[in-house]
């Protein structure tokens, strides 16, 4: 084992003692990606690659966040660690998801927002989801679905089938939830009136809609506490 051997495998004792002391408090952006790269890059430095990917995407969202292409664009990543960092983001995800099953989503808004801007916020082209809950407010088991994924601008939906696959699924209620990939988080008139049309369809069955997201990777716009809904 060489000299370089030797630094960069007790530079990775050091991070992982350092995580398991303290968890990820104290580390900078590009030690937790540094941290995560270890797990995929076994054999050598990532201290220059993970300096790196901050620098092209500006904080660890930002690289998670980053399609797959531009992340093998970075000097030093290889070919599978951009997919191990896409698999880590979408267990993230789901560890969101999951723990919204078991929580009253009217009393626990902030969560749900943050699992949408993680599953869609970043994404170049709209895509329109929703979410299935309960009577009481709690999300089905598997209970998110895209329904439609669209342009960079626009996906088109249609009432009857958010009803009737809210009805398949034994929903009590709804959360609609889509993403503006241009971060413009105002809804459009065209927002406004899909919003209206499913909220009247939905009466006519009794289930309610609970509110509808707008999202970015920043930011989440909710029809409900803007008095929209």
């Not at 994924?149 to 209620?173: F, H, M, W």
């Not at 971060?183 to 065209?190: F, I, Y």
């Amino acid at each position: 084992m060489t000299e370089d051997d030797l630094h960069y495998h007790g530079h990775r004792r050091r991070l992982r003692e350092k995580f398991l002391k303290n968890g990820l408090s104290g580390f900078a952006d590009y030690e937790v990606v540094e941290l995560l790269l270890t797990l995929a890059i076994p054999r050598s430095d990532v201290k220059q690659p993970a300096k790196a990917l901050i620098a092209r995407f500006g904080n660890l969202r930002g690289v998670l966040d980053a399609p797959l292409e531009e992340l093998r664009c970075v000097n030093g990543i290889g070919k599978v660690a951009p997919v191990a960092l896409q698999i880590i983001k979408a267990a993230a995800t789901l560890y969101l998801q999951q723990c919204a099953e078991d929580r009253d989503l009217l009393a626990d808004h902030t969560r749900l927002c943050e699992f949408w801007r993680m599953r869609i916020g970043a994404l170049q082209n709209e895509v329109f989801e929703v979410a299935y809950l309960d009577s009481s407010y709690r999300l089905l088991r598997n209970g998110v679905e895209t329904l439609e994924e669209g342009t960079i601008d626009r996906a088109a939906v249609y009432p009857r089938r958010v009803i009737e696959a809210a009805l398949k699924r034994g929903a009590a209620a709804v959360v609609l939830a889509h993403n503006h990939p241009n971060a413009n988080l105002t809804p459009t008139e065209q927002d406004k009136a899909l919003t209206r049309a499913i909220v009247l369809a939905a009466d006519t069955v009794h289930l309610k809609v609970v509110d509808h997201l707008i999202v970015s990777a920043q930011d989440t716009f909710s029809f409900r506490k803007s008095g929209l809904l």
